[in-house]
């Protein structure tokens, strides 16, 4: 039997523009950056994936630093070619862009084994049938909108598209107040079925300025409150914790998993926020999500719902599959993309997708628009593995 190797890997980096820019408080959205990846094996199987970037030069340390390690290697050990990535990388700082593109790579990797075998990837990986709630990312501040209209936005969610979940960014509110504000006449218009989960983005000092906040919000019934401080201030996170009364979330953009390994020893967390596309890839995923349930906190997947439904529907403590809605300028990811999992949704809830793999596909067209920098590397370049840059 002939062995099926990595014989092309490429990369496109690409900047969207935003109609309208998002605030977090701390930063500013204008645009929408992506790296997309398409591995093609050397039977002509194709893995295609896609990430945020934040303008990270994630396609350049694939290009240049990750691609030449496995090129041409087999495509089937994907723990070898874990090893590989780890040991062509020693000498250099193993987190952020490098851990990303090598999360990415791995995501290639059991994508193509998962359609060899025939199967949806949570199948592979040991997942069951069942309907996952969708976290619906819909409570962004749109400029000139009221407080009145802003809650009537969120109702008509739930109202109108019976969405039971959703997500609020509260980094950007100079006074908690007024987000209280905001979800107290949301409750009134849309009752107390709905869940409610607020982001602040990194965006807390220490835990005092959470919990004065927390104040504020936690008879709205919050199913959690996200990423409010920055990873590394353990002690804040915990004592936000233990003093806020409201469960704490934490893990979002996180590429090592150490970082999330002292959260949870130090009873920090109620649920880890996990993503593949930063943290390793599917088997870092995965192995985070096992340590967190060994631990009892439950597991939730950041957004990329093509990809992190297939977790979500793997790991049982996961209750929710966060997307945004397509009608609205918050991402646009969904351009770059064939087909969205938010095209599947009934009312509300997601059944495990069925194609084989991630399912996920580019779209090349746009690519070619949207792309500022690509990269391709091929077997065929051996020895010297030197990336072919279109620019």
């Not at 093609?40 to 970037?53: E, N, P």
């Not at 990986?125 to 909108?145: A, H, M, T």
């Not at 967390?269 to 596309?277: C, E």
């Amino acid at each position: 039997m002939s062995v099926i190797s990595i014989e092309r890997i490429e990369t496109w980096a690409c900047s969207l523009p935003m109609e309208t820019p998002l605030d977090f408080g701390t930063f500013k959205v204008v645009s929408r950056e992506y790296v997309a990846v398409r591995l093609t094996t050397s039977d002509g199987m194709v893995a295609d994936c896609l990430v945020l970037s934040r303008r990270s030069p994630i396609d350049v340390a694939i290009a240049d630093v990750l691609a030449p390690l496995v090129i041409g290697k087999p495509a089937s050990d994907i723990a070898a070619r874990a090893s590989d990535l780890a040991n062509g990388t020693r000498a250099l700082d193993q987190y952020g862009v490098i851990n990303r593109g090598r999360s990415i790579l791995d995501i290639c990797l059991w994508d193509i084994s998962a359609q060899k075998d025939g199967v949806p990837l949570w199948r592979k990986l040991g997942g069951r049938p069942r309907k996952l709630d969708v976290l619906l990312v819909e409570g962004y501040s749109l400029p000139g909108v009221s407080d009145d209209a802003f809650a009537e936005r969120l109702a008509a969610r739930v109202r109108d598209d019976g969405f039971r979940n959703l997500k609020i960014e509260g980094a950007s509110y100079r006074d908690p107040g007024q987000l209280a504000a905001r979800l107290r006449e949301f409750r009134r218009i849309a009752g107390d079925q709905a869940g409610l989960v607020v982001d602040l983005a990194w965006s807390w000092p220490d835990a005092a300025t959470g919990v004065k906040a927390i104040a504020a919000w936690k008879e709205f019934g919050l199913l959690w409150v996200e990423d409010p401080m920055t990873r590394d201030k353990v002690d804040e996170i915990a004592m936000l914790r233990k003093r806020s009364g409201v469960p704490i979330g934490v893990g979002d953009e996180t590429t090592n998993p150490a970082e999330l390994d002292r959260l949870m020893d130090a009873d920090a967390l109620d649920l880890v926020r996990v993503d593949a596309l930063a943290i390793g890839g599917i088997s870092a995923a995965m192995a985070v999500a096992q340590r967190a349930m060994a631990k009892g906190i439950a597991v939730s997947m950041h957004e990329h719902p093509e990809l992190h439904e297939h977790l979500a529907f793997a790991i049982d403590t996961c209750r929710y599959v966060e997307a945004f809605p397509l009608d609205r300028p918050f991402v646009r990811s969904h351009d770059l993309l064939r087909r969205s999992t938010m095209q599947r949704v009934e009312r509300s809830q997601l059944s495990p997708p069925t194609l084989p793999g991630t399912g996920i596909s580019l779209d090349d067209e746009a690519l070619r628009r949207f792309s500022y920098r690509r990269h391709a590397v091929s077997a065929a370049a051996a020895p010297s593995l030197l990336s072919n840059v279109v620019r």
